[in-house]
């Protein structure tokens, strides 16, 4: 898994929906490297220590307010200054007016001007999302992703166990596809895992013994998901009479990825057990468990209260 991602600024142009006031400047080959984004009030007044040059500059009511006072003359210097260390981009909130001086010295520098309509704090908000999913720390795995009343169930096991089977039982049973056979997972933060399909195989899955099937077209837009949360993890495993299986669930067993846990359950396989329910009653107590009801130990309870009621 590679360390570093980068994303498109005309990507991010596209997303939000930004003005290119720099016409000039070539911008299909810029890459932004960082979710994080600098306001760069203390730069406008020279101070250049610790300045992180791959985030995005964006600037507002108050630095705008700030250039006004300094002068044309320092500004331009500041800013000559900023674009030699190699900035992305430089963003203007509000529809601020931009010195045609500034943009031709940000051609000259090769250095984009964008603008915006939006305040400072809804853009920089907006933006610092985006990037926190476009740039987030990400791996892939093989298994199977599901919605299942709202909670993402990622179904792992060996290749031929049943996984895409279970899906697709869970498809026809209303529950939504978001990847089969390879997932990609995103690390968006310290508790939120976010998983979707490679662009190749979208909406597809297969089934042994029969093939490619286009999940869309059989089962309509309303059977298909992009992303979803990581959530659950359910790992089929063949069935072995000499291992101990959990029949409480008091305890909870995880399984981690990029640094976050999941819950996780392995669940023996044998002919006759209907995977799809099992998919379904999994995910539903799991909800159960974050609204704060636990079977297993409100069973627990009932028993130890029987047991001291006897003596």
């Not at 500004?75 to 031709?104: G, N, T, W």
């Not at 179904?155 to 895409?164: A, D, N, R, V």
């Not at 704060?292 to 309870?301: P, S, T, V």
Request: charged residues 25%.
């Amino acid at each position: 898994m590679a360390a570093n991602y980068t994303v498109a600024l005309t990507k991010m142009i596209e997303q939000m929906e930004l003005e290119n006031c720099t016409p000039n400047v070539k911008i299909d080959e810029i890459q932004v490297s960082q979710s994080d984004i600098n306001r760069p009030a203390l730069q406008l007044a020279g101070f250049f220590d610790y300045f992180d040059s791959n985030r995005i500059q964006v600037l507002g009511q108050v630095e705008y307010t700030y250039m006004e006072k300094i002068g044309k003359e320092h500004y331009l210097q500041m800013f000559q200054k900023m674009m030699e260390c190699q900035v992305p981009c430089i963003v203007f909130c509000r529809s601020l007016d931009i010195d045609p001086d500034l943009v031709a010295l940000a051609e000259k520098c090769q250095i984009p001007i964008l603008r915006t309509a939006k305040t400072t704090s809804a853009f920089v908000a907006e933006a610092l999302r985006w990037l926190g999913v476009e740039l987030a720390p990400r791996m892939t795995v093989h298994g199977v992703l599901v919605d299942v009343y709202g909670e993402g169930l990622l179904i792992m096991g060996e290749s031929g166990i049943g996984k895409s089977e279970a899906a697709l039982e869970l498809i026809k049973r209303g529950h939504r596809l978001v990847s089969d056979d390879v997932v990609e997972i995103k690390r968006v933060s310290d508790i939120t895992l976010i998983g979707t399909a490679p662009h190749i195989t979208r909406h597809f899955i297969e089934l042994r013994g029969i093939g490619i099937l286009d999940v869309k077209n059989l089962f309509g837009v309303e059977s298909v998901k992009k992303t979803q949360s990581i959530d659950l993890v359910i790992k089929l495993e063949e069935w072995n009479k000499d291992q101990e299986y959990d029949r409480l669930g008091l305890e909870e067993e995880y399984i981690e990825f990029l640094g976050n846990k999941v819950v996780c359950h392995s669940i023996p396989i044998r002919p006759g057990r209907n995977l799809a329910v099992i998919c379904e009653a999994a995910a539903v107590n799991y909800r159960q468990k974050k609204m704060g009801y636990n079977a297993a130990q409100e069973l627990y309870n009932r028993v130890t209260n029987n047991i001291n009621s006897k003596e």
